[in-house]
């Protein structure tokens, strides 16, 4: 009786050691896949960064065309009177 007790405390032990070692690597595993997640995702923020600011400048040089072309249609005179009175009524 006394062995299979032995026996019994000794296979216990194994599997608490065996669980504990488990336990590691596991806890390895989710620092090195919390890591690689937080690469990805600071990946991620610059690509969405760029792509902001490539549209932000797009937008800009668009803005500056309309503007140019505005006052270039302005200084030749292409609005007549009667294009601004249906501008103002619309």
Known sequence: MRTDLTESVQHLEQRE???N???????????????????EVERMLNDVIKFKVHVQKSLEEY????AEEVEREC??????????ED????
């Open 17 to 19: 050691m065996n669980t």
């Open 21 to 39: 070692l488990a336990y590691e690597q596991l806890t390895l595993r989710a620092a090195a896949l919390r890591e690689e997640l937080h690469t």
């Open 63 to 66: 803005e500056g065309w309309v």
């Open 75 to 84: 200084e030749e005179g292409i609005w007549g009177e009667d294009d601004e």
């Open 87 to 90: 501008v103002v009524e619309a």
